[in-house]
């Protein structure tokens, strides 16, 4: 592999596998979790990690969020452990300082790597929940990691810090546990995804649903999974984390020389050998069900919903709120950051904004290029400056 091609391959999923999380703890609920929808799940297990010393005085947890691929490994816990996804940010002496701060990252519910999802056992039914999973909700997942927190014994959070679809979960943390949030750190997230974005998630699903190994979600028994619906979902939403700069930059120069790799996908192009390797390497470790119902639970999110104002929803917020985007960001715009802003600015809610300069796109909170400044900026928030 050339240095060339091996720079066209790198992105924010380059150290991602499907190795053991070999630090994950989980912990189990077993009272039932009735969910914002209407259904209910008799009990719920969720899987998080954990990074530094909680204080004597219980005051220094920090919550991470994570986007709707991620999972509770947001960074290494020794030098011989894998990567995290957040590995630029989170550990001793980082912007999220380990040293100084407890952190938890749980994984969502709904997800794929040890918390209750489609792929987890119904203790009702003594089957996979697959298609019977109900739909959930950011709230749901907001409630289930209240549960973690309070099972943890800690009572008040330092800050809640989420990007993406993670940054909807520390909105939502903040509106709906008030009391419990001293700080609210929102990157490249919105109040509500664009239609635009929409319609990239309805053609995701639509390619998982339409594989014919997909069975109605019934796949877990079989001998085959959906995974070319996977990996096709994988490349369309692949596109909208990048930006137009970016793509030139990566692919221009050498666009008719792909990476020689091994895929059933089209590698005509140097972009196209790209995005099969991202999908291929996804569908590894991520399950079908988990990301239509998690690519749902970000889609229905909406603090704007049937007319309501963004700063009566935002309202009952009584935290610092640090608003990041990024300015090549078209899949979650800083516009949408803009909006929160203004809502909160109305209602004399403390806030501070930073838009970042960048040609990485909507994956640049997780790349190192503009860590400088953003990192600092949040180094600086946590510590009160």
Known sequence: M???SQAQLTSSDSH???SALRYARSATFDEPLELELGARLPSVTVAYETYGELSPARDNAVLICHALSGDSHVARHTGHDDPGWWEAMVGPGKAIDTGRCFVI???VLGGCRGTTGPGSINPATHRRYAAQFPPITVADTVDVQRRLIDSLGIENLMAVIGGSMGGQQAIAWAVRYPQ???????????SRLTSQALAFDVIGRNAIRSDPNFNGGDYYDLPQRPFVGLALARMIAHVTYLSHDAMATKF????????SITTQFEKCFSVGSYLAYQADRFVERFDANSYLVLSLMMDQFDLERAGTLLRKSLA?????WLVISFTSDWLFPPAQSQQIVDALRENAQPVSYLNVPTSSGHDAFLLPDSLDL??????N?????
């Open 2 to 4: 050339n240095e060339f």
């Open 16 to 18: 991602r596998s499907a």
């Open 105 to 107: 990252c749980p994984n």
């Open 180 to 190: 419990r949030v001293r700080d609210c750190i929102a990157i490249a997230t919105s």
């Open 252 to 259: 221009d120069v050498n666009r008719t020389q792909p990476h």
């Open 316 to 320: 009952p917020a009584q935290c610092r």
């Open 374 to 379: 953003y990192g600092e900026h949040v180094r």
């Open 381 to 385: 928030f946590l510590q009160g400056v």
